[in-house]
Nanobody
Framework: QVQLVESGGGLVQPGGSLRLSCAASGSIFSLNTMAWYRQAPGKQRELVASITSGGSTNYAGSAKGRFTISRDSAKSTWYLQMNSLEPEDTAMYYC???????????????WGQGTQVTVSS
């Protein structure tokens, strides 16, 4: 069974920084796409940033220039470095992975439980 566990959320002042981590565990054959999504109250879940196993990255417009997604393949872990945080970044942040397990030869989507990020003075 695959689990994704996030950490690193919290309360930060505007202009501050946070780094989120997501660790995948279980019988993983390959991690193909890793990403961070967020969902603010009353809004739809939206993609923040993604990274492929080959290292290609994609960012939402609001994240470009402020957030950086990275991965440590050896640890099956990926990160979201968030700088210059704004109150509008307040949301529950979810990690996501499209991966193939050892048991099943097809790609499936997995989600973490979420970590709260609150940007407020």
């Amino acid at each position: 069974q695959v689990q994704l566990v996030e950490s690193g959320g919290g309360l930060v002042q505007p202009g501050g920084s946070l780094r989120l981590s997501c660790a995948a565990s279980g019988s993983i054959f390959s991690l193909n796409t890793m990403a961070w999504y967020r969902q603010a109250p009353g809004k739809q879940r939206e993609l923040v940033a993604s990274i492929t196993s080959g290292g290609s990255t994609n960012y939402a417009g609001s994240a470009k220039g402020r957030f950086t997604i990275s991965r440590d393949s050896a640890k099956s872990t990926w990160y979201l470095q968030m700088n210059s945080l704004e109150p509008e970044d307040t949301a529950m942040y979810y990690c996501f992975a499209a991966l193939v397990t050892v048991a099943w030869a097809y790609e499936a989507d997995y989600w973490g439980q979420g970590t709260q990020v609150t940007v407020s003075s």
